[in-house]
């Protein structure tokens, strides 16, 4: 077993693997940025070493600042987290040419898995159903037109080295066709420096149901049941759960069978997951695959009871998986919020800048992975996840309960979160019935914002409102240092700094003199 | 201490009138012209416990500079306050101010670029400059419609919330 553990990583995801290395006695390397001096990761960490300046392209993307510290303090082995260089082959073959052990996927795999046209031309070989379209980028206009006669409109073009949206497009007949190819290759080549754009058939209002696998290096691989990821914003995943509310077992075994097909096909090594678009009949179609550890890994933690991280290290070692497919049930359900640094009045702009409160929710079936503490100062340089609040039970209700008392418990001040946007949905009627789909929460966000949001019934909340004015009140006579009249402004000169001295005398001056 | 108190939002939301006197042993409270009996401490900042006849509730502060929400429970709600004396502290509707406004970076940042020029027409809601933080890039807008008299953002550079990024008159 490995030593000394160097994380090329920041935030939650840093914290979560420091600890799972805490876990096995394996000490831990921290890399870090000028900004991120007092981050979590560093504070947790063995050993902290500084990579660069804020841009992540000069500091967690350095792949030769982090293999130097490797060397420089022995590290055996790098874990990449998500993001970053995590899905980088180039990183993972400087790894191995430096002796150090990358704790994923070979270079090979990721390659392979890394374009999209050449991973469905291995997965065609290997028999899994993918969505129907062509395996190869278009020459040419007319070739694009006589597939998507054959497949049907909509099509969906999309870029072979794409990723996030980048040089897709969605075409409902032949006359937007041309067009619509022409500016995905352009977007595809200026984005990826590869203008490669196949064609698929568009999958109306699809389920995005991800399956998560395992596979040692000698041969063995599993599948550790099904995540349902479709409540999604910007192609970015909001809200998580496993098992999905539509996959029955006979449906979770036919996607794990054909998951572990497709690790197998590419010589799969490690933790990586599976991705599906599920159609209205159920019918599932091979994605991608992900070749790490993904933001969501804990609710399938919570329904089998494993810890991927320790089984990642104990694989990354060269050990064989300690269990069989037979030994892995999927118990409970759990669901996961990731709590972002983003302004839910403000159409959820990011919120950088310094955490003044911070209380933290826990007791039952609840689990909380976060990179954020009361005084740190979130900065403006990275992803906005701050933390992870998941919750299990015994089924989907009680863990949507649970989940709901815990954002009552939690609370975030001096930033934005998105911690109301999670008591819109957990409440909302579709999300309790499991009627998901990709476009959901688009649909969700176009109903008026409620100034209030919340679980409680009508009458509650009515009774809750006499209780927030009273409280407005008593806070601003007990806590008169904090200026209330900050906020009674106009509603675009929206920024005043707060200031001494009388806030309606200074309210009143500042309105008399616009 | 009288307050104007609107809960629950600009539009459609509820004015309350709530007046808090010093007492024996507490505070007096009259909300909407109803006496209310509560107990109040701030155990920590920004969380206060309200008892009101019996009923405890815990509330939290979430403040920025921009505007006031209070969780009641799960339930949180968008507040304003108001001093009734003050007539001009009257919510005017937005976009439809007089005068030059200023447009304010909502979120520290780095400006990507200017949509429109110095002293070009601009609608309401349309957008003037890009600022990117956190991996996104937000298009700050227009507050009204009217001439963009300063343009004081470049791009490449940092800014804070509330610095001024344009005027638009």
Known sequence: MFK??????????????????????????????DVDRAALHVRKSDEAYPIGPAPAAESYLRMDKILDVAKRCGAEAIHPGYGFLSENAKFAQACADAGVKFIGPTPHSMKLMGSKTRARQQMEKAGVPF??????????????????????????????????GKGMRLVHSQQEL?????????????????????????????????????????????????????????????????????????MRRRMGEIAVKVAQAANYTNAGTVEFLVDEQKNFYFLEMNTRLQVEHPVTELTTGLD????????????????????????????????????????YFPSPGKITVLLQPSGPGIRRDSGMYEGW??????????????????????????????LYEYFVAGIKTNISLFLRILGDADFQAGKLDTGYLDRLLAKANPAVASLAPKPEIKAMESIAAIAAGMFAVLDPASSISKNGGGSTDSSKAPTVGSSWKRQGRSEGLR | MIYEIIVGGKTGGKIHRLELAKAAGGWECLLDGRTVNIDAIIPRRDVLSLLVDGHSYEIKREQTSADLHLWVGSARFAVEMRDPRSLRSRQKPAGDEKGPMKVLAPMPGRVVRLLVAENSEVELGQGIVVVEAMKMQNEIKSPKKGLVKKLSASPGAAVNPGDVLAIVE
């Open chain 1, 308 to 347: 991927l991280v320790h089984l990642q290290i104990h694989i990354a070692a060269g050990e064989k998986l300690p269990f069989a497919q037979a030994d892995v049930t999927i118990r409970g359900h759990a669901i996961e919020c990731r709590i972002y640094a983003e302004d839910p009045d403000n159409n």
């Open chain 1, 4 to 33: 000394k553990i160097l994380i090329a990583n920041r935030g939650e995801i840093a914290v979560r693997i420091i600890r799972a290395c805490r876990e096995m006695g394996i000490a831990t390397v921290a890399v870090y940025s």
């Open chain 1, 178 to 250: 041309r067009s619509a190819l022409e500016s995905a290759q352009s977007e595809a080549q200026r984005s990826f420096g590869d203008s490669e754009v196949y064609i698929e058939k568009a999958i109306v209002n699809p389920r995005h149901i991800e399956m998560q696998v395992l596979a040692d290096e000698h041969g063995n691989t599993i599948w550790l049941g099904e995540r349902e990821c479709s409540i999604q914003r910007r192609h970015q995943k909001v809200l998580e759960e496993a098992p999905s509310p539509i996959v029955d077992p006979d």
């Open chain 1, 131 to 164: 969505v129907p379209g062509t395996s190869r980028g278009l020459d040419s206009p007319e070739e694009g037109e006589r597939v998507a006669e054959r497949v049907g409109y909509p099509v969906m073009l999309k870029a072979a080295a794409g990723g996030g």
């Open chain 1, 377 to 406: 100062n979130v900065p403006m340089d990275y992803d906005p996840l701050l933390a992870k609040l998941i919750g299990y039970g015994t089924d989907r209700h009680q863990a949507i309960m649970r989940l709901e008392r815990a």
